[in-house]
């Protein structure tokens, strides 16, 4: 597979670091030297000084540049060139059991989407009694869990009365109608403040609505409120303060969906919207008990959220089955022109060729290890064979972080130009802050090289992926987020039990490009022989 790009757009050059109005006839031969010392490059003196009016014409052009104005969703020419994709809708249905009769509120709030849709399609609640009992736990708990940044209370009661009033009339939109949500506040929506979790943006009010909303909208869905994101997309903590995990108020949720990952397995939503770009649906997922989704690269609209990288970002729903995740991404994945193709859900696991990571998994002595050695004995005995494979290894993957850095520093080169970043909360060694000060510092040369190995990357691990349906791997094991984030193939982790301190653990499950058909399907399979998903967390419950 080809990844195409053109590098105009990058500004991130070799002496980036003495970039600034002004400086076109301070600059000398030692500040060039002195720069190339970061990158272990050194040149004769002589040649050094040849450098000097290449690098004033260039700072000009930097200046110049800076004048004219650039919309937040304008992206770079680069982009993958995928496989042709069809639009595989998953035929679902209604689960009838005794959900049905079911009055506490708690339990109520804990149910799966294809529940909660019952009751709501048969009448046995409504969308605005279903809000009412969201809207409640999440003014109850949210001061344990710190996960809304922003209530949407009068925006979903009049959602929810729509749906109710669309319903009496006879009209039902889907297995979405009526249901509430929270989504990270990365998301914009006209008259409510998109913070992206930092302090510089807390006030930012952007006059758009995000494609993913405005397709819940049309889905019947009812939007409760923005959750909180790390700041720009980092980590657990924002201007407000930790995100807290439902199963240990000591711990944050991991992040960036923090906010998502954590009011979903509180029972605070229905489901939520992640976004992940190197782990920020699964990590949260993961520590937070519940099924998260992180879809093919491209197959989700990312118009309408802040950019961290515009080749990673994916946008995913959190939810507490893969069949609520199966549900949400029917609605949300990207539809135009493209062929409908209906798939059976329940799909028989033995026309499927599973592998799983076998070096992850033998290597692994983390706290997940136990169950994920129950979790691949329970699927060798649903599946004819359980191939041992692994990924591409002979990688520089140290340096392909510099990616997403790079990128990030040119979306947010005007809040550094302001120097924002010195506003931001977190200014420790690995905050976000710093990462964006450091991104001036990449030169262009070094992202195109790690790029041109990310595409020797992406075709060693397609060979792979193309001898199989389904692959299985730990959730952290080594390497495999960077290498499937940077490829973009799909991934769900699932929760697949509690660890000796009543932690979740989970086990990730990651399929082909856009067959999020086999992949949810497949986990959906496994989810019915247990029942680690309907797990709750203690405090909440």
Same mark, same amino acid.
Request: with cysteine.
């Given at each position: ?174 297995? &979405?109608? $009526?249901?509430?949500? =929270?989504?990270?506040? +990365?998301? #914009?929506?006209?008259?409510?403040? !998109?913070?992206? @979790? ?69 029972? &605070?939503? $229905?489901?939520?919207? =992640?976004?992940?770009? +190197?782990? #920020?649906?699964?990590?949260?997922? !993961?520590?937070? @008990? ?69 070096? &992850? ?181």
């Amino acid at each position: 597979m080809i990844l195409k790009k053109s590098i105009s757009w990058i500004v991130l050059l070799l002496i980036s670091s003495f970039i600034s109005v002004g400086y076109y006839n301070q600059l000398s031969t030692s500040d060039v030297t002195a720069a190339l010392k970061l990158f272990n490059i050194e040149f004769s003196k002589k040649n050094t000084k040849t450098l000097l009016p290449y690098i004033k014409k260039n700072q000009k052009g930097y200046t110049n540049m800076r004048t004219f104005v650039l919309n937040k969703n304008t992206q770079p020419a680069i982009s993958f060139n995928l496989p042709t994709k069809n639009t595989h809708y998953i035929n679902l249905q209604f689960e009838e059991d005794s959900s049905s009769i079911i009055k506490d509120e708690k339990d109520i709030a804990f149910l799966p989407i294809s529940k909660l849709a019952y009751l709501i399609k048969n009448n046995l609640i409504s969308s605005e009694e279903l809000t009412k009992i969201y809207l409640k736990r999440i003014k109850k708990y949210n001061k344990d869990l710190n996960v809304i940044v922003t209530l949407t209370e009068n925006l979903a009661i009049k959602q929810a009365k729509k749906a109710d009033l669309e319903l009496n009339k006879g009209f039902y939109r889907g297995l &979405l109608h $009526g249901i509430p949500y =929270g989504i990270k506040d +990365l998301a #914009s929506f006209p008259g409510y403040p !998109t913070t992206w @979790g930092a302090e510089p943006y807390k006030n930012q009010l952007i006059n758009e609505k995000a494609e993913v909303i405005q397709i819940l909208e049309e889905s019947g869905a009812v939007m409760l409120g923005k959750l909180s994101s790390g700041a720009l997309a980092r980590g657990d903590v924002w201007f407000g303060g930790k995100t807290k995990n439902p199963w240990d108020l000591n711990q944050g949720s991991s992040g960036s969906s923090a906010g998502s990952a954590s009011a979903t397995a509180a029972g &605070l939503v $229905g489901f939520s919207i =992640g976004t992940e770009t +190197l782990g #920020s649906i699964i990590s949260p997922s !993961t520590r937070c @008990g519940v099924s998260g989704l992180r879809p093919t690269y491209g197959g989700v609209s990312t118009n309408g959220f802040m950019t961290l990288s515009w080749s990673m970002d994916k946008i995913g729903p959190i939810a507490r089955t893969a069949k609520g995740c199966a549900i949400v991404f029917n609605e949300i994945q990207k539809k135009e022109g493209l062929n409908k193709i209906n798939k059976p859900f329940n799909k028989n696991t033995n026309n499927l060729k599973v592998a799983f990571l076998e070096d &992850l998994f033998l290597n692994d002595t983390s706290r997940y290890a136990k169950n994920n050695t129950k979790t691949l004995a329970l699927i060798k005995k649903k599946t004819p064979v359980l191939y041992p494979t692994s990924l591409p290894k002979n990688f520089p993957f140290d340096v392909f972080d510099i990616i997403l850095r790079a990128e990030a520093g040119a979306f947010f080169d005007e809040f550094l130009l302001k120097k924002k970043d010195e506003t931001m909360v977190e200014q420790n060694e690995k905050s976000r802050a710093n990462s964006l000060r450091q991104s001036r510092l990449i030169p262009a040369v070094e992202y195109i090289q790690a790029n041109r190995f990310r595409t020797k990357l992406i075709e060693a691990t397609n060979k792979i992926f193309n001898n199989y349906d389904i692959i299985i791997s730990p959730s952290f094991g080594k390497n495999q987020l960077l290498i499937t984030n940077l490829t973009g193939h799909p991934a769900i982790s699932i929760p697949n039990g509690l660890d000796e301190n009543n932690k979740p653990t989970s086990i990730t499950f990651i399929a082909n490009y856009h067959q999020e058909d086999v992949l949810l399907s497949f986990v959906n399979l496994i989810q019915k022989e247990t029942n680690h998903h309907l797990n709750k967390p203690p405090l909440f419950y």
